[in-house]
């Protein structure tokens, strides 16, 4: 299993940026694929979820309404467009599949990619 994080970088309060992830060694249709974030000194947390054929999505509150989380299964990547950036959205941004809907259920797989760095700042 790997995921390949990339599209982050620098960006000012309210700018845009879309990061993606490439999937490999799992079926990667069958799964729900979810973004998570980690700042320094804080715990990883959820950004946002997205069922196996896209049809559903969900959000953490905190980015309710700015991000957008697709996918393309025919080439093993999940996004996230992430618009009116804030500096508090500045994290390491990974992406992993997990074993079900609810926000409770755990990642798949114990693997992790290095992530892209979101930093927000003027």
């Known amino acids: 299993v790997q995921f390949v994080e990339a599209g982050g970088g620098l960006v000012q309060p309210g700018e845009s940026l879309m990061i993606s992830c490439v999937a490999s060694?799992?079926?990667?249709?069958?799964?729900?694929m979810s973004w998570f974030r980690q700042a320094p000194g804080r715990e990883r947390e959820l950004v946002a979820t997205?069922?196996?054929?896209?049809?559903?999505?969900n959000y953490a509150q905190s980015v309710e309404g700015r991000f957008f989380i697709s996918r393309d299964n025919g080439k093993n990547t999940v996004y996230l467009r992430m618009n009116s950036l804030k500096p508090e959205d500045t994290a390491m941004y990974y992406c992993?599949?997990?074993?079900?809907?609810?926000?409770?259920?755990?990642?798949?797989?114990?693997?992790w990619g290095r992530g892209t760095q979101v930093t927000v700042s003027s």
């Open positions: 992993n599949a997990k074993t079900g809907w609810s926000s409770g259920s755990p990642p798949a797989f114990e693997t």
């Open positions: 997205i069922s196996t054929l896209g049809s559903n999505k």
């Open positions: 060694g799992f079926t990667f249709s069958t799964y729900v």
